[in-house]
């Protein structure tokens, strides 16, 4: 250690395409632990540039643990091992000074390698265009305080409403499940007044898109809860098992075209 | 001499201006509308709301993000809230009230009917949100809730726990999915807009380049709409999220669009301080911690005591000292300023540049479980990044550039200088004058896409008419060829700095010199420090990689290369603007007891600058009228 910096070896992977095998590559680095983790491949890659070398690719943007830009595998655990915080929030001052980590991106069949640690998630968009929002167009809706809302029930749906779309969940999970992420969009909805017109086809058509996407099935290990960096509860998940259910039993017609 | 700006603000009474003018304007039948397309850039708040209104109306739109999705823009890092003149609190807020404070908060340098407009829509805003299913705070009785903000006296802001940025974009994004799903949006993901291509004077579409496969694309349209939000990220250290930058709007700007009041930025009072050179970025702490904490810092020079051995009667609380009626909820210029007053005397945390914010207090009245369930989630961001516990030890902040008020100039139907092009939010300039108040910019953001744009760009199409230019036209082939050169040149540079190196640089000249604090001797030591880097940078910069395929040194260094350009004309702003206002605090012009000194007489205008060749601007003004709130010094004594 000098001034306090710590001394870390890193194995990160590398991979220069989705086509193309990647594997674990050196490096070494010695850094403030004040520093966040993405501030440190920051240095890292500002090193590696300036000797000319290609740095290492990863994507990130607010930095705040918000916009869900961020995701990486932390010594086997997404987001790194302290829970709740996205890899943004992590910080050096959790590692020790000769520490070696391994760095590797979100793992799924649904999410492709782009390059290093960045991967594809565009199937979370794609199931959010099939169901995940209310029907209303803008203008000609009733006064915001016409519709009232118990708090609890708000503060449910707001705790459903605060997953940030990393996937954390899938790159956790044993199958790659997505029912976490599908299951907290569906579940705002379904606890508020304003989802209930569209409650149970909602869920049907947001199920069916998921499950065309290649992500796997859920087998309750609860893997996705315990590494999602807002907390979701797997009781959306249950929610909307039930949801599905209903839907199914009410009428056997209504399966929905997507 | 400069020639005056036409705002086009509609006649009439403040309160029937748009009114009337929703009703003058030209309509486009239901079923024409498909017959036009519109380019949205960027799917933040502004964006997002624009897009999928626009999607719902009719329009065949194409919108743009350099995201992965569209879901990421920096809106969503937004904490506090959002303000809305519904006065559900019975405590005497009211449209006009909204307005009064807005233009006030501003420091005079806004367009009335402009802010008039937002405060207006600022109710339908929050009908829509709660009708898409944003799940805002409540009260028992299922009511909406609300909180205060720095520089009102009503309670007029909508949260949702220190997530309300978050809830409201994501709002707009599963409006903006809804349309996406129905095809009428095509979203463009992972592409970034790097030239406005302009034919006789009129915008008629974009050049992008695809961060996946490097390749350049030409997009054509009726109307191009640009809502990519601001340029903090001048200043290297900000609250901005790492990719927002100035790109769309200054290559803008150098087709021909004016850009208007650059060098007004935001300051924000309650970030956490610099930990070390290693720092990418800053965070914000939301405002709302100052409805409950106190600002202090010890009234001893360099005291090295920990804070809480300093003992109550050697604190010095500063902003309530000077701000007895506000107190702790001061605008944020002042109480940024106010912070740098005590760190440049030497009474900052231990000498340093921080002060503190204490909870203490208001723990000990409210008791720590109220204070937990307002801030919890706030106060455990800030134990994550520092390792501190805020609930035993006051939090050390201190201000960080965050917002800019600046932006292209746009008339009152938001279309900038150059006809075709209109600007939304953060990157146009029309209302939030030399500061913007807390818990505004969601406000704007979602006025200007959900219920301003859908209605302007419709008269625009009605009345002028615009063609559609095939995008194999020439002006096309000039533009995407000049990127494509662009591009080639900053990789074949391969000097010796890297992109980052450079960025500090200049993050460092304009944060010392074109900041908080600005003089005429500074101003203009940065406009030769800015193009001696800017040299520098086309001699000199490394790029790795190549321009084939993903390569993020690529991407910053083109940002980069368009802060060079865009941080001197910053210094240019603020030293022609020979006053103190709002975010624009220059030392020779101030009272005796240091507060920023005005200058209606001469200064009540917009400046908005036309670019006319590297480092060269024609200086234009937008005279501004206040027929509705007087002109007064803005005190919050």
Not at chain 2, 126 to 155: I, K, T
Not at chain 2, 408 to 427: C, H, K, Q, R
Not at chain 2, 517 to 528: F, H, S, T, W
Not at chain 2, 572 to 593: I, N, P, V
């Amino acid at each position: 250690m000098s001034d306090g910096r710590i001394n870390l070896k890193l194995k990160i992977w590398k991979q220069s395409g989705p086509n193309f095998p990647g594997s674990f590559a050196d490096f070494e680095v010695q850094v403030s632990p004040d520093a966040s983790f993405l501030e440190m491949l920051d240095e890292l890659n500002n090193d590696l540039e300036s000797k000319g070398l290609e740095p290492v690719a990863f994507e990130s943007d607010c930095r705040e643990g918000i916009c869900g830009t961020c995701g990486l595998v932390i010594n086997g655990q997404p987001h790194g091992p302290i829970p709740k915080i996205a890899t943004c929030q992590l910080h050096m001052r959790n590692f020790k000074d000769e520490d070696t980590i391994w760095v590797e991106p979100f793992r799924a069949k649904a999410f492709p390698v782009v390059k290093d640690l960045i991967v594809k998630r565009s199937a979370f968009d794609k199931i959010m265009y099939a169901g995940g929002f209310v029907s209303v167009n803008t203008g000609g809706v009733p006064d915001a305080n016409a519709i009232l809302i118990p708090k609890e029930k708000a503060a449910e749906s707001f705790d459903a409403a605060a997953c940030i779309g990393c996937g954390a969940c899938v790159a956790a999970c044993k199958n790659a499940s997505a029912m976490l992420f599908v299951s907290a969009k569906v579940s705002q909805f379904a606890l508020l007044p304003q989802g209930q017109p569209e409650r149970y086809e909602r869920v049907q058509k947001m199920v069916k898109v998921m499950d065309d996407l290649g992500f796997g099935s859920c087998t309750n290990t609860y893997a996705c809860e315990a590494e999602c960096p807002k907390g979701i509860s797997v009781r959306n998940i249950a929610r909307m098992n039930r949801d599905y259910f209903v839907a199914k039993v009410k009428s056997a017609n209504l399966e929905v075209e997507v | 001499m400069a020639t005056i700006l036409n705002a086009k603000i509609p006649e009439g009474n403040i309160s029937e201006k748009w009114t009337n003018h929703k009703f003058n304007m030209k309509l486009i039948n239901p079923a024409n509308k498909r017959k036009y397309q519109i380019i949205v850039v960027g799917t933040g708040l502004a964006g997002a709301s624009a897009a999928a209104s626009l999607g719902e109306l009719g329009y065949n739109v194409s919108a743009f993000t350099y995201h992965d999705s569209a879901r990421r823009a920096h809106s969503i890092a937004a904490q506090g809230g959002i303000n809305a003149a519904k006065n559900y609190q019975n405590d005497g807020d009211s449209v006009y009230r909204l307005f009064y404070d807005t233009v006030k908060g501003g420091d005079y340098r806004s367009r009335e009917a402009n802010v008039y407009r937002l405060a207006e829509v600022s109710g339908n805003i929050m009908d829509q949100c709660v009708a898409q299913g944003v799940p805002f705070a409540r009260e028992y009785g299922g009511l909406l809730d609300n909180r205060s903000f720095g520089g009102a006296q009503v309670s007029r802001t909508f949260y949702a726990k220190g997530q309300t940025g978050q809830q409201l974009l994501l709002g707009a994004y599963s409006a903006l999915s809804r349309q996406v799903g129905k095809e009428k949006v095509k979203l463009h993901t992972h592409k970034e807009m790097l030239e406005l291509v302009v034919v006789d004077g009129i915008a008629k579409g974009i050049i992008t380049r695809d961060l996946l496969t490097g390749e350049i694309e030409s997009h054509s349209a009726h109307a191009v709409i640009l809502a990519t939000g601001g340029y903090a990220n001048v200043y290297f250290l900000s609250t901005n999220a790492m990719n927002c930058n100035t790109t769309a709007i200054w290559r803008a700007h150098k087709k021909g669009a004016l850009f208007a009041n650059p060098c007004f930025t935001q300051i924000h009072p309650t970030c956490l301080p610099v930990h070390g050179e290693g720092q990418s970025k800053l965070t914000l702490m939301s405002e709302s911690l100052r409805n409950d904490g106190r600002v202090w810092v010890s009234k001893i020079k360099k005291d090295m005591r920990e804070p809480n051995d300093i003992p109550e009667e050697e604190r010095d609380y500063y902003l309530e000292r000077k701000y007895p009626s506000f107190g702790n909820l001061s605008p944020r210029d002042i109480s940024s300023r106010s912070a740098k007053e005590v760190v440049d005397d030497g009474r900052g945390v231990k000498g340093g540049e921080a002060v503190y914010l204490d909870f203490r207090d208001a723990i000990n009245r409210l008791g720590k479980n109220a204070i937990e369930e307002k801030y919890g989630n706030l106060f455990e961001i800030y134990e994550t990044i520092t390792g501190d516990n805020p609930y035993n030890m006051p939090m050390k902040i201190y201000p960080a550039p965050h917002y800019t008020m600046g932006g292209l100039w746009v008339d009152y139907n938001l279309m900038s200088t150059i006809p075709g092009l209109f600007v939304l939010g953060e990157a146009n300039f029309s209302d939030h004058g030399a500061n913007r108040l807390g818990a505004s910019a969601l406000m704007q953001g979602l006025a200007d896409g959900y219920f301003v744009i859908p209605y302007t760009i419709g008269n625009y199409l009605a009345s002028d008419k615009p063609e559609l230019i095939p995008a194999d036209h020439d002006q096309f082939k000039k533009d995407k060829s000049g990127i494509e050169d662009l591009t080639k040149k900053l990789i074949s540079i391969n000097g010796k700095h890297t992109v980052d190196e450079l960025h500090k640089k200049l993050g460092r000249i304009m944060w010392n010199k074109v900041g908080m604090a600005r003089n005429e001797k500074r101003l203009n030591e940065a406009i030769d420090e800015i193009r001696n880097l800017r040299e520098e940078f086309w001699k000199n910069v490394k790029v790795v990689g190549s321009a084939e395929g993903l390569n993020q040194t690529l991407e910053r260094a083109g940002r980069v290369a368009d802060y060079l350009e865009l941080g001197e004309l910053m210094a240019y702003d603020a030293l022609e603007r020979k006053e103190s206002c709002g975010g624009h605090f220059r030392e020779e012009y101030q009272t005796e007891d240091g507060e920023a000194l005005r200058d209606d007489q001469n200064y009540s205008y917009v400046s908005a600058w036309e670019f006319k060749e590297l480092g060269k601007w024609e200086h234009h003004k937008e005279p501004l009228e206040f027929e509705y709130v007087k002109l007064a010094t803005r005190s919050y004594k």
